[in-house]
C-alpha cells in the first residue's frame, strides 16, 4: 500500500488549494477515502470521507461548505478541494483508505497572510 499526498503549500486566508492523494497497492474503487489533518501540538483528525459505491459524502463541521472530497477511479486518487481557507485549517493533511492501517507523509497547507 502506498499514498503520494500532493498539492499544499501557503495560503492566505481565504484562498484555495487543492490536494491530490495517488494510492496504489489495493483496490481503490472498492475502498471508502478519507481526508485527516493534523495540525501541530494536537491529534489526527478526520475531515472528509467518500464512500466507494455511490460516492456519498461526510465532512467534518469546521469545513462544511467550503472542502470537498471526490475521487478519480481511473487514476486511484482522491481529491480535497479547499475553497475560503482560513488561518485554522493549517495542518498536514493524509488520506487514508477505510480498514486500511497505513499513513502517507502527507503534505503541509499553511493559511497565513
Known amino acids: 500500500v502506498h499514498f503520494v499526498e500532493s498539492g499544499g503549500g501557503l495560503v492566505k486566508p481565504g484562498g484555495s488549494l487543492r490536494l491530490s492523494c495517488a494510492a496504489s497497492?489495493?483496490?481503490?474503487?472498492?475502498?471508502?477515502m478519507r481526508w485527516h489533518r493534523q495540525a501541530p501540538g494536537k491529534g489526527r483528525e478526520m475531515v472528509a470521507t467518500?464512500?466507494?459505491?455511490?460516492?456519498?459524502?461526510w465532512y467534518v463541521d469546521s469545513v462544511k461548505g467550503r472542502f470537498t472530497i471526490s475521487t478519480d477511479n481511473a487514476k486511484n486518487t482522491v481529491y480535497l478541494q479547499m475553497n475560503n481557507l482560513k488561518p485554522e485549517d493549517t495542518a498536514v493533511y493524509y488520506c487514508?483508505?477505510?480498514?486500511?492501517?497505513?499513513w502517507g507523509q502527507g503534505t503541509q497547507v499553511t493559511v497565513s497572510s
Open positions: 487514508s483508505a477505510a480498514g486500511i492501517i497505513y
Open positions: 467518500i464512500t466507494s459505491a455511490g460516492g456519498d459524502t
Open positions: 497497492g489495493f483496490a481503490f474503487s472498492r475502498y471508502d
